[in-house]
C-alpha cells in the first residue's frame, strides 16, 4: 500500500524514501509556532538550556494573539517577553499588535505555511494546517529555535479511500 499525505511529508522532511508506524524519525521544520502564552515558556527552557542563537530567524512564527490587547499585567509581560526575545533574535515572522491576527489563518494568509511544509506549534489547533495539505502537530516548544529538526516516534494513522459519484445533498463541511 502507498503512504498517506502524512507519510508522504514526513519522510520528505526526514530524507527517507518510507515511513512506518512506530517508527523513529527525526523530520526537518519548515516552520515552529509559538504565541503569546506558549512562547513564553518556551523562551524560559530556551534560556534554560544555554542557547544563545536561534536555528534560523526566518523560519520561527511567534503571533501576539491570545492576550492582545493585554487583559492584565501578567498577559502584558508575557507579550513583552515575547517581543524582547523577537527583538533580540530577529525574529523574522514575529506579529505583534498592528500586524497580527489569529495565528492559524494568519500564517497561509502571509505565505510562511503551505502544502507539504512540516509544521510543530505550542497550540492545540496548529494540527489545522493539514487542511492546506502540510503536516503539523502541536508540542511542547521547550526547544523553540534552537533546533530546525524535531525526533519522534511515526503514530499509526488511517487511509480512506472514498470512491463513486456524491450524492445531491453530500459536500464537504
Not at 514526513?10 to 502564552?37: F, K, P, S, T
Not at 494568509?109 to 512540516?118: A, F, H, L, N, R
Not at 492545540?124 to 533546533?147: R, V
Request: aromatic share 6%; charged share 15%; proline share 3%.
Amino acid at each position: 500500500m502507498g503512504m498517506t499525505m502524512t507519510q508522504k511529508i514526513l519522510a520528505a522532511h526526514a530524507g527517507l524514501d518510507h515511513v512506518v508506524a512506530g517508527q523513529l524519525i527525526e523530520a526537518n521544520l519548515d516552520v515552529v509556532l509559538a504565541n503569546d502564552i506558549t512562547a513564553p515558556v518556551a523562551i524560559n527552557e530556551f534560556e534554560k538550556c544555554g542557547a544563545d542563537a536561534v536555528f534560523d530567524n526566518t523560519r520561527i512564527a511567534l503571533v501576539l494573539d491570545h492576550f492582545t490587547p493585554n487583559k492584565d499585567i501578567k498577559a502584558a509581560e508575557q507579550c513583552l517577553q515575547t517581543r524582547n526575545f523577537a527583538n533580540k533574535y530577529d525574529i523574522k515572522n514575529f506579529f505583534d499588535v498592528g500586524q497580527m491576527g489569529i495565528e492559524h489563518a494568519l500564517l497561509p494568509e502571509k505565505g510562511i505555511v503551505g502544502p507539504g511544509d512540516c509544521v510543530i506549534g505550542a497550540d492545540s489547533h496548529t494540527c489545522t494546517y493539514g487542511a492546506l495539505g502540510a503536516f503539523s502537530s502541536s508540542c511542547s516548544l521547550g526547544i523553540l529555535g534552537s533546533t530546525s529538526s524535531l525526533r519522534r516516534t511515526f503514530c499509526m494513522g488511517m487511509a480512506c479511500a472514498v470512491g463513486g459519484t456524491p450524492a445531491v445533498s453530500i459536500s464537504a463541511s
